[in-house]
């Protein structure tokens, strides 16, 4: 039996000049679990706030149940049976999980509470006691009553984002047991949002793939089709490289060895046994899902992440308990993913901004020499050619370009020996882009070490010499640029090597 | 569909500060004359004998400017606070410390020369503002908590602990039972420059221009606009991020616990619930109408003083002296949503 409950067909959405969605047709069966990949930014939470009303499409109609929605709003979706769990959790902390289960004013089971949720603990092995605080519980159990919430409020197709990117692999196990028994139940038809494709094999049985908005395959069988197909779908034809990776690789700049961190509020391993080393006029690209331990291995190297194990020399100088000053003094340069609110203090102005890493040389005593500030901010402008109204005007008032042209700028004027550059692209129109990455060859031709964190497997293709796949905290697989292959470093970033 | 957000413009006017603060007070006099008019009394009248009584001689004009002194010194302090994006509720209490703690040390030491005497309690009453801020700034650096709520609340604490003194230990026995603590002696009174203008106004001048560079110019004052800016980007960059807002706000207390010295050693010259008239307060609204800065403090400070001594004045006509606090408060209500759009534009985009 294979009745569709949910059909969208020509579906587009636009965000400014972003096309999110383009003409997407997507189907859903009763009482199945389909897989939706894609890569970051392909759609995929575009095409499910679209399903739960959250956002209007600008054209394209969506069938439920074989009817026409004329306007789905949260509100109508909700009461068409449609739930969805965002990746970040949508609980009231404070409240209990009896009050958050029946919140929704489509609850259906407020009268014998007691039973549903026996039950339903038992499908999930929760053992929480229905009365106790969310608060209380551990992120994977709160997952686990988000999930139950959508029960409870009676949706019969459940969209969940990344629902394991929170979770342990013992976790991950048991949910796809609790969503098996869901399916075939309750007739629960799933949609589980994922880019890693061990957990899409293992959970699902349609697969539709998505990339820049499109929707490229649809309804596959989960049985028949191999990881090579699903990761050349998800990223595509490689573009050749432009950049000449000749330069002269000169001596070790920058070595880092056996680094382990684990997260203050538990013993889980962010960061486990990394140890990698860059020389002069090398870039390393270091590819990966976001969330598998970048952030914190670039805030280490940084200096701003102090609670770790394990060693870092730059110029073969133990930095290991030196703070972000001393190794700055070491010509370290840092352009954090987090641009605005990192990189630059929002709220501050362009000038003050731009000598955040070097104001330590316009100062006499107490004094900071303004002048020698302003020339600074000018020697950027024109050699970055950035586009700054007002240098008093707010640093957030600036295009996304022109503030990552300042923190780029700033962080590279100094001739760095070592740049660790986390997402530098990120959001950036097609010219930025271009101009940040002769930046950084430039920069690599003058001898820098360079380490690229960047989840844009083109950037990393096309400027890398090496690429490193970190996957959860761990390095699990290394390649030299001209034996990589697009396909191979998507597989081991989706944690399937062999 | 269209809809209209707000946009913050790329470059704000140096003097739209000022501008706004011009517009809050045409509104506020525009505010106050309604008042008086519903009261059957002629604003225009009123309002040139304010003017008139608070500085139309050198004896009113140097009291309007002493009114002023605590405004400007606690309006400092919240400003230098305000660097690194928090906010002193407390100069009031911060006040009463100082002047305590200039009492206290009054008490137990004697120094040959006045002069140097002065000094000391002037500087004691620095660090009194401090010692009150150090509760709330050991709090918000060790466990980030709000110190719009803390410094609040110290107020209260202070404030009772002054009762209690000028009660208990502290008590004039001469006083005819009224709790006030003993006058100190006339050798450490604030000199007066013009008038009765105390010396302490020279301090202010003084403070408004150290505020002025600690602000704006010094590498100190750079790593608190970073901080207040963001603690991350701090952190990023090297700064101390918990150290330099543990030193703004300990700076800050001090400047009013300062002010309160001068209150003490300048006009009322014993401790007494009389130390500060909630100038605690009224700094608040002169900080925040001048976005912050050291000059215009000192300026919004005065012209508040003016007002001050010119609300009191008028009850002597009948007329209430809340018609003067109302034209603070309006004042600041009106400069505010001036320079909100003197910030801001609205911006028509089309949804979806």
């Not at chain 2, 602000?215 to 150290?243: C, H, P």
């Amino acid at each position: 039996m294979n009745q569709i409950i949910l059909e969208t067909k020509q579906i587009s959405k636009s965000f400014g000049k972003v096309q999110a969605l383009n003409n997407i047709d997507f189907y859903l069966y009763k009482g199945k679990i389909h897989g939706l990949l894609g890569e970051n930014g392909a759609g995929k939470t575009s095409l499910m706030n679209v399903l739960s009303g959250v956002y209007q499409p600008e054209k394209g109609s969506i069938y439920i149940n074989g009817e026409k929605q004329v306007r789905l709003t949260p509100d109508a979706s909700l009461n068409l049976g449609i739930g969805m769990v965002h990746q970040e959790f949508r609980l009231i902390e404070d409240f209990s999980i009896k009050d958050n289960l029946t919140l929704s004013k489509t609850n259906i089971y407020i009268k014998d509470f007691k039973k549903a949720y026996d039950k339903y603990s038992k499908i999930f092995s929760l053992s929480a006691e229905s009365n106790s605080p969310v608060s209380e519980l551990s992120v994977g159990e709160k997952q686990k009553i988000e999930i139950m919430k959508l029960i409870f409020s009676n949706s019969n197709i459940m969209l969940l984002d990344e629902p394991t990117a929170v979770l342990t692999p013992q976790e991950t196990d048991q949910l796809k047991l609790s969503l098996d028994n869901l399916s075939q139940e309750d007739g629960k038809t799933i949609v589980l949002i994922t880019h890693k494709l061990n957990e899409i094999k293992q959970f699902t049985e349609k697969i539709f793939v998505m990339k820049n908005g499109e929707m490229i395959a649809k309804d596959l069988k989960t049985k028949a089709v191999s990881h090579k197909t699903l990761v050349n779908l998800m990223v595509g034809e490689i573009t050749s490289s432009k950049v000449n990776k000749d330069n002269p690789k000169g001596e070790v700049k920058l070595r880092i060895e056996n680094i382990l961190h684990k997260k203050t509020e538990s013993d889980l391993n962010i960061l486990e046994d990394v140890t990698l080393s860059i020389k002069s006029g090398e870039i390393l690209g270091i590819a990966g899902v976001s969330g598998n331990g970048q952030v914190e291995l670039a805030n280490i190297i940084s200096g701003i992440e102090q609670n770790f194990n394990g060693n870092i020399f730059i110029n073969d100088i133990d930095v290991s308990i030196k703070g972000v000053r001393a190794r700055k003094e070491l010509n370290l340069s840092y352009v954090p993913e987090n641009r605005l609110g990192v990189g630059l203090a929002p709220g501050v102005s362009v000038l003050d901004n731009s000598a955040i890493k070097e104001y330590s040389a316009a100062s006499y005593g107490p004094h900071l020499l303004k002048n020698k500030l302003l020339e600074h901010l000018n020697l950027l402008i024109q050699e970055f050619s950035i586009k700054v109204p007002d240098p008093k005007a707010e640093v957030s008032t600036l295009s996304g370009g022109n503030m990552q042209k300042i923190l780029m700028g700033r962080e590279l004027i100094s001739n760095p020996e070592v740049i660790i550059a986390s997402q530098p692209t990120r959001g950036l129109d097609v010219r930025a882009v271009e101009a940040i990455h002769s930046l950084i060859i430039h920069q690599r031709d003058n001898g820098t070490a360079v380490m690229l964190f960047s989840e844009d497997l083109d950037e990393l293709f096309k400027l890398s010499d090496r690429i490193i796949v970190l996957y959860e905290g761990k390095i699990i697989k290394e390649f030299d640029i001209d034996k990589a292959s697009r396909q191979n470093v998507g597989l081991a970033m989706a944690g399937v090597h062999e | 569909m269209s809809r209209y957000i707000l946009v913050k413009k790329a470059s704000i006017h140096d003097l739209s500060t000022f501008y706004s603060f011009l517009i809050g007070l045409i509104i506020s006099i525009t505010v106050g004359s309604i008042i008086l008019l519903i009261q059957d009394q002629d604003p225009l009248d009123i309002f040139s004998l304010m003017l008139k009584l608070s500085v139309g001689s050198i004896d009113s004009l140097s009291s309007s400017l002493n009114k002023a002194i605590p405004l400007i010194l606690a309006g400092l302090g919240i400003a230098i606070m305000n660097t690194v994006k928090l906010w002193n509720i407390g100069a009031e209490g911060q006040m009463f410390l100082g002047a305590i703690i200039v009492n206290l040390v009054y008490i137990n030491t004697d120094f040959g020369s006045p002069s140097l005497h002065i000094f000391v309690l002037l500087i004691s009453g620095f660090v009194g503002g401090s010692i009150c801020m150090l509760f709330p700034a050991i709090t918000k650096v060790m466990f980030g908590v709000n110190e719009i709520i803390t410094t609040l609340l110290t107020n209260y604490i202070i404030i009772g602990f002054t009762v209690y003194l000028i009660n208990g230990p502290w008590k004039d026995l001469n006083s005819l039972n009224f709790p006030v603590a003993a006058y100190v002696g006339e050798e450490v009174f604030l000199p007066t420059v013009f008038g009765r203008l105390s010396i302490g106004f020279i301090i202010c001048i003084l403070c408004t221009f150290g505020t002025y560079y600690l602000i704006d110019k010094s590498v100190l004052g750079y790593e608190m606009r970073i901080t207040g800016g963001s603690r991350m980007t701090a952190i990023y960059a090297g700064i101390n991020a918990k150290q330099k807002t543990f030193i703004a706000m300990l700076i800050g207390g001090g400047f009013a616990g300062l002010a309160g010295a001068i209150e003490l050693l300048g006009q009322t010259h014993r401790v007494s619930t009389g130390i500060s008239q909630g100038f605690g307060y009224t700094a608040i609204i002169v900080a925040a109408i001048t976005g912050m800065r050291p000059i215009g403090i000192f300026i919004v400070g005065s012209l508040f003083g003016v007002l001050t001594i010119g609300g009191s004045v008028i009850q002597t006509v009948g007329v209430s002296s809340y018609i003067a606090d109302i034209i603070q408060a309006t004042t600041l209500f009106g400069a505010l949503i001036a320079l909100f759009f003197f910030t801001y534009q609205i911006k028509e985009v089309k949804d979806g």
